[in-house]
T-cell receptor, first 112, second 115 residues
């Protein structure tokens, strides 16, 4: 079964607003990654946070990781219509060949 | 650099038929993954290759699915015979040895419809 659970399942906001998506996982991880998927560009890596990091920024993206709660959040600031997509968290296990386990995803719609 | 290539992009078959998908990873990437993504769900790993060896195939339905990566470069995934529940997008991804714990690069996927 999928390891990650994401919340909310769907999110609808206006351009310029911030969007926050949450992810939970079940077992220990080496790192947690966020991916975006839309029909135009397929599945694209956005940002990676290691298990010993608590927060990471990349442009308009901010990711937090709380290993004690086995949870992560993705914040997109000043959203744009082009941010409309499905967002997935994916956890990577602790072994060298640890597989990437995806959550169910959050569908984000940004209205112009 | 060129991305991960997959073909075909779309395939429609009837149940009990066979189908094969092809993937060419990014040049130099040692690790290749096949994922199945059912509508409304996240991708699920089917099989992971490191060069031409299988690292993880624990979620591959081996009674009907098979995959190979003979020369450690491109790979094929086969379903024989297909069932209705195999309707999904099949994604191929690759990663360099240096990024084994890092990001994966995904192809556009093959959308399979089983009627």
């Amino acid at each position: 079964s999928q390891q990650g659970e994401e919340d909310p399942q769907a999110l609808s906001i206006q351009e310029g607003e911030n969007a926050t998506m949450n992810c939970s996982y079940k077992t220990s991880i080496n790192n947690l990654q966020w991916y975006r998927q839309n029909s135009g560009r397929g599945l694209v890596h956005l940002i990676l946070i290691r298990s010993n990091e608590r927060e990471k920024h990349s442009g308009r993206l901010r990711v937090t990781l709380d290993t004690s709660k086995k949870s992560s959040s993705l914040l997109i600031t000043a959203s744009r219509a082009a941010d409309t997509a499905s967002y997935f968290c994916a956890s990577r296990g602790g072994t060298s060949y640890g597989k990437l386990t995806f959550g169910q995803g959050t569908i984000l719609t940004v209205h112009p | 650099e060129a991305g991960v290539a997959q073909s075909p992009r779309y395939k429609i078959i009837e149940k009990r038929q066979s189908v094969a998908f092809w993937c060419n990873p990014i040049s130099g990437h040692a690790t290749l993954y096949w994922y199945q993504q059912i509508l409304g769900q996240g991708p699920k790993l089917l099989i992971q290759f490191q060069n031409n060896g299988v690292v993880d195939d624990s979620q591959l339905p081996k009674d009907r699915f098979s995959a190979e990566r003979l020369k450690g470069v491109d790979s094929t995934l086969k379903i024989q015979p297909a069932k209705l529940e195999d309707s999904a997008v099949y994604l191929c991804a690759s990663g360099s040895r240096d990024s084994l714990l890092h990001e994966q690069f995904f192809g556009p996927g093959t959308r399979l419809t089983v009627l």
